[in-house]
């Protein structure tokens, strides 16, 4: 593997997976544009570097080819950003595309068309649901096929590999990791995987201590091999969300109609949290309400008492005051899944103060990193996401790489 700090990009076409999924207005307009932001850096490595770019990427879940998911919708976008015009290749296996890339000139970036109007990219075959499975058996080994040629076909546009697209990395794709192999000796990874890699690796691996974890969100189902592998590198757990009520109910707390799931699950996790002398905290007073809504009626409850007929959607303030102490001691904070239901501005006090306070332990000498959808959405919505130091843009890739699981983007690259 090659690094891209380095690699001598002079006169080198590159073949780039970008994660370019952003979201479209209803008039096709980019209305985020974080993720083609975030590939510049390597954008520019590449071009200043004397390189030329074939970008190519995925934009939603096109079962063909479907207007609304055309790449091209993020060209003002990206020549905006890049600084300079975007060529395009309007399908990505034609003789255009082909001819396009062969004439790229140093400088020059050149966008593909959204791999996925190809079912090769996936290597799913689309069949109605209900295809009886010789059919499913025989579209499968067909596409297998011909997801090779469509390998062959892209990297035969370039001349390195780099893939730059960590939200995909957890899938292994024509265009995240088969491609790779056809660059045995001109393979690496771009600037946004390489920082989130980076970023993982220094809280799980290296981690300054004290070391805090706080988990939210809905389901500890969801979540129990990351708490389990957690456990062996934290210091304090702080669980918030809808997780805890399952931990409250098998401590022989009354949690109304909070969520709850597998209980013994529960008490394995704090046995576990316990042998290995890690602090677990819950809270001790959560927000109530007689409903799952905005217009419910709400008040604060020792989270051992909910009635029948009420539930938590909330952390209240006492209970976050209690957090802050711990995380505001903390070296090293890893941040997943919002602690109450911050969707709603009436249950999204407790997740805003987690933010704010995980922002402080920041500015006085913390390492933080934000990562999973949700707790990632929420800083942003407090506006904190620069006061913190790594806020990941992963959302499944990030979850798994933590779980321990070998990415196949990553490894592809590696191997
Ligand atoms: P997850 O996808 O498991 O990380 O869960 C994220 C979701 O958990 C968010 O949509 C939150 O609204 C939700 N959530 C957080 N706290 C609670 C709670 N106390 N009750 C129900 N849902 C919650």
């Not at 013994?264 to 316990?274: N, P």
Request: proline share 4%.
């Amino acid at each position: 593997m090659q690094s891209i700090n380095t690699y001598d990009f002079k006169g080198k076409r590159a073949i780039i997976r970008f994660d370019f999924n952003v979201p479209l207005s209803g008039n096709l307009e980019v209305t985020d544009d974080t993720r083609i932001r975030a590939a510049v850096p390597t954008i520019k490595k590449v071009l200043d570097g004397g390189g030329s770019i074939v970008a190519m990427s995925h934009l939603g879940r096109p079962e063909g080819v479907e207007n609304k998911f055309s790449l091209k919708h993020i060209i003002p976008v990206l020549e905006k950003l890049a600084g300079r015009k975007v060529l395009f290749a309007p399908d990505c296996m034609g003789a255009e595309a082909a001819e396009m890339s062969k004439n790229l000139k140093a400088g020059e970036i050149l966008l593909l068309e959204n791999l996925r109007f190809y079912a090769e990219e996936e290597g799913k075959p689309r069949l109605p649901k209900d295809s009886p499975q010789e059919v499913k058996d025989a579209a499968k080994a067909e596409l297998k096929a011909s997801q090779k040629q469509f390998v062959e076909k892209l990297a035969s546009y370039a001349n390195c590999y780099v893939n730059d697209a960590f939200g995909t990395a957890h899938r292994a794709h024509a265009s995240t990791a088969l491609i790779a192999a056809k660059f045995p000796n001109d393979k690496m990874f771009g600037y946004i995987m390489t920082g989130e890699l980076n970023a993982v690796d220094k809280v799980l691996d290296a981690p300054e201590r004290p070391f805090t974890a706080i988990l939210g969100g809905s389901k500890v189902s969801s979540k129990i091999t990351i708490i389990k592998r957690l456990l062996d590198k934290v210091d304090n757990l702080i669980l918030g969300g809808g997780m805890s009520f399952t931990f409250i109910k098998a401590k022989g707390g009354k949690i109304g109609n909070s969520l709850c799931e597998d209980v013994e699950l529960a008490r394995e996790i704090m046995a576990a949290a316990e042998a290995r002398k890690v602090k677990l905290y819950l809270p001790s007073e959560v927000l109530i309400a007689d409903g799952f809504s905005a217009e419910a009626n709400t008040r604060l409850c020792n989270i051992y008492e909910i009635p029948d007929g009420w539930e938590g959607l909330d952390a209240s303030p006492k209970t976050t005051e209690e957090w802050r102490e711990v995380i505001k001691q903390s070296k090293t904070i890893l941040w997943n899944g919002p602690v109450g239901v911050f969707e709603i501005d009436k249950f999204a006090g407790g997740t805003k103060a987690v933010a704010e306070i995980v922002a402080e332990a920041t500015t006085e000498g913390a390492y933080s990193l934000i990562g999973g959808g949700d707790s990632v959405a929420a800083i942003n919505k407090f506006g904190l996401a620069n006061k913190v130091s790594y806020v990941s843009t992963g959302g499944g890739a990030l979850l798994e790489y933590m779980e321990g699981i070998d990415l196949p983007g990553v490894k592809a690259i590696k191997e």
